[in-house]
């Protein structure tokens, strides 16, 4: 048995809290967001950070296990069932309007955790299976067109002003989000109306999965609405939009404040090196993210399964983990008061990597 898998079963104590939150009422609905805002980033506090990388030997057997990957399929049908459940849980006429609240939460940090996190992960596969598999549960949060942008737009366009999802330093996050949301959704049609014209495919037909997205996302409302009606319908859209915006907040701190240069002379950017990404190494983030927090390394190497991402020590380190910084991000001046220091004591040995 790989016993340095199964920590990654953890992730499984997501859609465990969630359930609660969705099932008991009064505060217990916002359960999910105090495991996910309190307990987690107090966890990352109290434990050590760990840079330790696996040896060659260890990466070439890890890479060949199906167990890595197999956690993350079952992630698939949990949130499905989550997210049917979050429907159910509305219909309950007794509900009040703060339990209602905290059912919504509950079902956004479900979205951010599993569905975008896993469905992030699973879209760098190359097989179909695990495309269609990342296509349903980004179809959960309403952000199916992710794949495509986040592919094709932002891996290649990250830490440059070409990409929406690069904050500046400087930049508050509420205007960042806006300007994500709207400028991966623009990108992902741009990118898929260049792709059809150098297949020479026609813009409106089946082969445009930028349509094939629209319609399957807009099917999934009608039949909500159909069966629940507008109101939960309308919560639902809530939940889901929270989840996406959860990953815009990760987009925020994962590249805050570092750019890429442009050569003298040159047109294109340099290469993507793990300097252009934050990394974390506090460990409970990176075993409930499947190791996105080492973000750096995904970055630099794109096609590297989870289990095997690396610590570098020239990419610059999050003070706290995802969760605490993600806190902290929500109050745009103290975030900057954390990591501004943070920034410049990396500029001294870095000077060229920073805006």
């Known amino acids: 048995m790989n016993f340095r898998a199964l920590k990654y079963l953890s992730v499984l104590t997501v859609p465990i809290i969630v359930l609660i939150g969705l099932t008991f009422r009064g505060w217990w609905t916002f359960f999910p967001l105090f495991y996910a805002y309190a307990f987690i980033p107090f966890l990352e506090i ?16 890890a890479k060949e296990d199906p167990i890595y990957d197999w956690m993350l399929y079952s992630i698939v049908p ?8 979050f429907i159910y849980s509305l219909t309950d006429p007794s509900l009040t ?16 955790v599993m569905a975008i996190n896993v469905g992030h992960e ?6 179909w299976a695990e495309k269609f598999m990342s296509k349903t549960l980004l179809t959960t949060t309403l952000y199916t067109h992710f794949i495509i942008e986040h592919n094709y737009g932002h891996h290649k366009n990250v830490s440059t002003d070409d990409d929406p999802a690069s904050a500046k330093k400087g930049e508050w996050l509420y205007p960042f989000m806006i300007k994500s949301v709207v400028g991966s959704y623009k990108s992902a049609w741009e990118i898929e109306t260049k792709r059809l014209k ?8 089946v082969y445009n999965e930028m349509i094939r997205f629209t319609l399957l996302i807009v099917g999934m409302l009608l039949a909500i609405f159909s069966i629940v009606g507008a109101k939960i319908t309308l919560f639902y859209i809530i939940g889901a939009s929270l989840g996406f915006l959860f990953l815009e907040t990760i987009n925020y701190i ?16 340099e290469k993507v090196q793990p300097h252009h990404s934050w990394n974390s190494n506090h460990p409970v983030g990176r075993i409930l993210l499947f190791e996105l927090t080492r973000h750096s390394d995904h970055h630099a190497n794109a096609s590297r ?19 605490g910084m993600m806190l902290l991000a929500y109050f745009p001046p103290l975030y900057f008061k954390v990591i501004h220091p943070v920034i410049e004591r990396y500029k001294e040995t870095n000077p060229d990597v920073l805006a």
């Open 97 to 112: 309007g703060f339990e209602t609240v905290g059912r919504i939460a509950s079902y956004g940090i479900s979205c951010g």
């Open 78 to 85: 949990a949130q499905v069932f989550v997210m049917c459940y």
């Open 254 to 269: 994962e590249h805050y404040g570092l750019r890429r240069k442009k050569k003298a002379g040159k047109k294109f950017y």
């Open 46 to 61: 109290v434990i050590p950070n760990s840079e330790e990388n696996l040896s060659k030997a260890e990466e070439e057997i």
């Open 122 to 127: 699973l879209g760098h596969r190359k097989s």
């Open 198 to 205: 150098r297949a020479n495919l026609p813009f409106f037909s």
């Open 305 to 323: 399964k989870y289990q095997v991402l690396r610590h570098f020590d020239e990419a610059p380190q999050m003070p706290y983990g995802y969760p």
